[in-house]
């Protein structure tokens, strides 16, 4: 008769020790989204007074869509309109007063708000925030820095005429898009600098209008104050501004013809 031997035991202890490093492991993983959640929002806010400024501007609408901010002239408009995507951690209202007068002059533009404000993580198509301007009949895209680089992204929907870049560039290859191209850089970018500017015109139609803004610094695409890394302007911001304005109007007047 042949008897089996016994089978040894576990130990008591292992299983607790395997809860100690599983409660371990959930905690730094809460710890890190918790923290990378904190990161996202806090964005670079809007220059109060400029918004203000927009605000009592009795040419320009302003309205909170809940997903975007839109603006949209009072007076007549001229069937053109343009989703603006902000920079990483800017504060959607931070580009009321970099639109202003091209709104007053009849153009609309929607803003988005980016999921955890970075536009990366924004996987929504045009159309989501298009529908909030019905009565547009062509339609651009355009981005600040790393909204910019979205922007570029989102060129090739169906129906876009035109595509908008402030202090950015493109990544993705549209050198052989039938896309209406602006791309506004400043000359004291230190984030989106000239060098990447040159560096990455290839990626552009060889139609698309290059303009280097003197003394426009990152930060000025915007109304938000200092931003890390940037250079100190030599340019003023009614300057800026007005560069912006000029070039952006007559672009539009080319997409709408």
């Not at 008591?12 to 100690?20: E, F, H």
């Not at 924004?122 to 159309?127: E, H």
């Not at 402030?166 to 549209?174: F, I, M, Q, R």
Request: proline share 7%; with cysteine.
């Amino acid at each position: 008769m042949t008897t089996t031997a016994p089978r040894p035991r576990r130990s008591p202890r292992r299983r607790p020790r395997v809860r100690s490093v599983v409660a371990a492991i959930v905690a730094v993983l809460l710890l890190v989204v918790t923290g990378f959640a904190v990161y996202c929002n806090i964005v670079m806010p809007g220059d109060r007074a400029a918004a203000l400024r927009v605000w009592r501007d009795d040419r320009v609408r302003v309205q909170d869509a809940g997903d975007s901010v839109v603006m949209t002239p009072t007076a007549s408009a001229n069937g053109v309109g343009l989703v603006f995507i902000p920079g990483a951690k800017v504060d959607p209202y931070a580009y009321l007063s970099t639109f202003r007068d091209v709104v007053a002059g009849g153009t609309t533009v929607v803003i988005t708000k980016p999921t955890l404000n970075l536009a990366f993580f924004d996987t929504r198509p045009l159309s989501t925030f298009e529908r909030h301007a019905p009565g547009i009949t062509t339609w651009a895209v355009g981005g600040h820095s790393l909204g910019g680089v979205r922007a570029c992204q989102l060129a090739s929907t169906p129906g876009t005429s035109g595509l908008l870049l402030l202090g950015s560039y493109c990544v993705d290859d549209l050198s052989s898009s039938k896309v209406d191209v602006l791309s506004l850089s400043g000359t004291r970018d230190g984030l989106s600098t000239p060098a990447d500017i040159r560096r990455y015109r290839s990626s552009l139609p060889a139609s698309a209008s290059m303009v280097a803004i003197p003394g426009a610094s990152h930060a000025q695409f915007g109304a938000y104050g200092k931003q890390p890394g940037d250079l100190a302007p030599t340019a003023s911001r009614d300057e800026v501004d007005g560069v912006i304005t000029d070039e952006v109007n007559r672009w539009v007047t080319q997409l709408g013809s």
